[in-house]
């Protein structure tokens, strides 16, 4: 059974750009939460989405967005990128969505602005 | 609010000896805890888990302990090994919070041969 992949692994944009990176789950799991780890901030909340629909939402502006397609597939969005995003990207997925479940994690993707 | 976290940032241990990471927390309402693994350029990869309604919980070579009175949170790795060196990440999640983890910052473990 495949892993959480993520794409792209690496990405270098410029301030002011826009990103996209995709995260797909474990066959089955329904739910994909997102998270950014930098050194001085560990690992951070993002969002959950489950069944499309966005169930959970940590403490970043609006210039992170994120979605998840019918086959539970997901995405995020960050517009207006600071060099403060610099970060690695990690996508989680889980089976059902319901609490005190397991995640899972994809290798991240590793977002470098400047 | 909420937060996580670990007393120590590293530790160094011998190769066969017992190693045990600590990890406090704060919110009375976690009630599923996780400990994550960390290699350099991999994601977290899950260890083992336990829920509020246990105390203790053993895997393979791992034993997880949880003392909800002073909201403290162990693993224990047996006859650590080379291949243990990673970070170590608790994290925890409450009722409220579903799919959503709080991460402690993790600690370094090294492997003394």
């Known amino acids: 059974k495949a892993g959480v992949t993520q794409t792209p692994r690496y990405l270098i944009k410029t301030r002011g750009q826009q990103v996209t990176l995709s995260c797909s789950p474990i066959?089955?799991?329904?739910?994909v939460s997102w998270y950014q780890q930098t050194p001085g901030q560990g690992l951070q909340f993002l969002f959950e989405y489950f069944s499309e629909t966005q169930r959970n939402k940590g403490n970043f502006p609006g210039r992170f967005s994120g979605r998840q397609f019918s086959n539970s597939r997901s995405e995020m969005n960050v517009s207006t990128l600071e060099l403060g995003d610099s970060a690695l990207y990690l996508c989680a997925s889980s089976p059902d969505g319901q609490r005190n479940t397991e995640a899972f994690f994809g290798q991240g993707t590793r977002l470098t602005v400047v | 609010g909420e937060s996580v976290g670990l007393h120590l940032p590293t530790l160094s241990v011998q190769e066969g000896d017992n190693s045990i990471i600590n990890c406090a927390y704060s919110n009375s309402a976690s009630d599923y805890f996780i400990w994550y693994k960390q290699e350099s350029g991999k994601g977290p990869q899950f260890i083992i888990d336990i829920r509020s309604n246990m105390d203790k919980r053993q895997g393979q070579r791992v034993t997880v302990l949880l003392n909800k009175t002073v909201k403290h949170l162990s693993l224990q790795i047996a006859a650590t090994q080379p291949g243990d060196s990673a970070v170590y990440f608790c994290a925890e999640s409450s009722i409220q919070g579903a799919q959503k983890l709080v991460f402690g910052q993790g600690t370094r473990l090294t492997i003394n041969p």
């Open positions: 066959s089955g799991h329904r739910s």
